[in-house]
């Protein structure tokens, strides 16, 4: 059975502005928000908790965020040295296993297969990679389950934590539709049927959701609950198994 790390990184563009390489002092409780141009208009595409608490969203218009918050201190957006900082931080999750891979946007995927023993078992694992991630300045969810999708939901919709297989079936049934990160147009649909979590989902025929959906969206459900482990292609690829026998 193979065992997958997820970590999400949901702050991942600010704090990297914190950082000392960032130039921004480090500061939780102001306000602060990264800003690109889309649709004409600077919007806000990333936000520090405390911009969050204040009512902000990602997307926001940077004149609608202002109006509603004028102390709003901002930079911006750099995508490219989001990905570069992401990249850096999968080689540094090279300590704990050599198969990493990107889960954008802002996580990372671990197959961490046969390495727990290593650290003290999974809780220890999880425990070490959060420990290290803050040392870094860099806050995480992490979620380990047997599958890559079941990992990712769980690390991005739910509090986290050690998932079995059962576990985690368990828990992905009780999360929100949101955890299926479709278009905005099929989440309404199924809230327009009265379907409000995963578990929903998986209780009806998987017919009626592909003829509406397209074939990909059961198989989504399946991957989400465990049933199906879609593996990850890491980074770097694992060497070649190599053989040697020496004669006299």
């Known amino acids: 059975m193979r065992r997958y790390l997820a970590l999400f990184l949901p702050f991942l563009p600010t704090e990297r502005w914190r ?4 130039g921004v002092a480090p500061d939780e409780v102001s306000p602060f928000a990264l800003v690109e141009r889309k649709n004409n208009a600077h919007r806000l595409y990333a936000l520090n908790s405390a911009a969050l608490d204040q009512g902000l969203a990602p997307g926001l218009t940077l004149a609608d965020a202002r109006a509603r918050l004028p102390q709003l201190r901002v930079a911006d957006a750099d995508r490219r040295a989001d990905r570069e900082l992401l990249l850096s931080l999968a080689a540094h999750c090279e ?22 023993h290593l650290f003290g078992g999974e809780a220890g694992l999880l425990a070490l ?16 389950a047997s599958t890559p999708d079941g990992a990712r939901a769980l690390a991005r919709f739910s ?4 998932f079995s297989p059962d576990e985690a079936a368990e828990a992905v049934a009780r999360l929100p539709l ?4 479709v278009e905005d147009e099929i989440l309404l649909a ?23 959906f397209g074939a990909d969206f059961p198989r989504k459900i399946e991957r989400l609950l465990g049933r199906e482990d879609l593996r990850l292609t890491p980074l770097r690829p694992p060497p070649d198994c190599m053989v040697e026998r020496h004669f006299a």
């Open 19 to 22: 950082s000392p390489q960032g």
């Open 95 to 116: 300590l704990y296993t050599p198969l990493t891979a990107l889960d954008e946007p802002h996580g990372l995927a671990l197959d961490v297969t046969g390495c727990a």
């Open 129 to 144: 990679v959060g420990k290290n991630l803050a040392a870094l300045g860099f806050s995480a969810r992490a979620a380990l």
């Open 159 to 162: 509090s986290g934590g050690v």
């Open 178 to 181: 949101a955890a299926l990160e």
């Open 190 to 212: 199924l809230s327009r049927a009265g379907l409000k979590t995963i578990g929903d989902l998986a209780s009806r025929p998987s017919r009626a959701f592909a003829a509406r």
